[in-house]
């Protein structure tokens, strides 16, 4: 008889957006979390490659498991996490304290990246174009902004555009003062306020891991007539589909775009895939602005899947290929 091949067993670590949601959070602090049908995307394409699948749910229900005695061969982490500048490190800090080999950045990585004046401030440090901007740590801080208007600012930790409204865009002093205070008292960290630019907007799409990681393409966000004005928004990405159009773009700006992207992943050593969100100043020139290491994974309505079946890529060899990759790095390290 011949040797029965076992199959890898890979668990799946996430926060649902409806349990955080029976819990009393509201609808924009959960606006990075999961829906159901992002799960059963992730996992049907993990099947179809023929592993075992394995939910696990958040960190709480992680560190249970664990307890428990169970082990996986590899986790699907897309857990974005609650609380702190840490949060979507912590799943993969207690993943490596068990030597468990995972998806996506290292618990450095997704730490550094999540903060986006840390982030920025290391690749201007390198030569990456990225808006002039100055991090806000209380009221008393707003008066040392020595940058001319317009100016925009957000909280410096979140995503999914969480504190990004049409005001976000600041045209004098008075206005400097009212946001960032709301900001401040709103999401109780602090407020990065950069240089407005006022050219097209980019996201690219990146896919591996160092010296083999490729940007697939660049989106332009363009926002429609009905949207609201001035940044692709919380408002605007919750209602993508009736105030934002999105367009797969090849010309000079986008190939800049793509160029600067692959440089900041790696020079982040950034793993598996993610996205990178660019602004153009009014010369055209392409500008970092910030990195999205847990990228969403919404088969329809998130931007590296929208960006992936544009270009012609199918969820299926998305989700696959980002697998394959985390699995040849549990193996390099393993040797």
């Known amino acids: ?16 957006r409806d349990d955080y949601l029976k819990e009393g959070y509201g609808l924009e602090e959960t606006a990075e979390f999961d829906l159901p049908d992002t799960i059963a995307a992730i996992e049907k394409v993990i099947l179809d490659n023929g592993f075992q699948t394995d939910r696990i749910g958040n960190i709480k229900a992680l560190t249970r498991r664990l307890a428990k005695g169970d082990r996986w061969d590899l986790v699907f ?31 450095l990585g997704n730490a550094l990246t999540l903060h986006k004046g840390f982030t920025k401030q290391i690749l201007r440090d390198i030569g ?40 976000s865009k600041i045209t004098s002093r008075k206005n400097l003062q009212k946001v960032c205070k709301q900001l401040l008292r709103t999401f109780q960290q602090p407020v990065l306020v950069e240089t407005y630019l006022p050219g097209r907007e980019f996201t690219v799409g990146i896919l591996g891991t160092g010296k083999n990681a ?82 969403g994974l919404n088969p329809v309505r ?14 299926h060899k998305l989700i696959s290929t980002i697998i394959k990759s985390a699995l040849k790095r549990a193996k390099q390290s393993s040797r």
């Not at 008889?1 to 649902?16: E, R, S």
């Not at 998130?302 to 969820?315: F, Q, T, V």
């Open 1 to 16: 008889m011949g040797c029965v091949t076992q199959k890898l067993k890979i668990g799946l670590t996430y926060d649902l």
């Open 128 to 167: 990456i174009p990225t808006p002039d901007f100055y991090v806000v740590y209380d009221v008393n801080d707003i008066e040392k902004i020595n940058l001319p208007v317009p100016l925009f600012a957000k909280p410096v930790a979140e995503g999914t555009g969480k504190g990004i409204t049409s005001l």
């Open 214 to 295: 490729r940007a697939l393409g660049a989106l332009e966000v363009i926002l429609k007539p009905d949207a609201e004005k001035n940044a692709y928004s919380y408002e605007n990405k919750e209602h993508y589909d009736r105030l934002v159009e999105y367009a797969v773009v090849n010309d000079d700006e986008a190939q800049r775009a793509m160029e600067i992207s692959l440089m900041a992943w790696r020079a982040l050593d950034l793993k598996d895939a993610g996205r990178i969100d660019l602004r153009s100043n009014v010369h055209g020139v392409p500008h970092f602005m910030e990195v999205n290491s847990l990228a």
């Open 77 to 107: 982490n897309i857990a974005e996490g609650v609380h702190g500048f840490g949060r979507e490190a912590q799943v993969p800090a207690v993943l490596e304290a068990y030597n468990i080999p995972y998806t996506f950045s290292d618990p």
């Open 302 to 315: 998130s931007d590296l899947p929208i960006l992936c079946n544009k270009i012609g890529m199918s969820y």
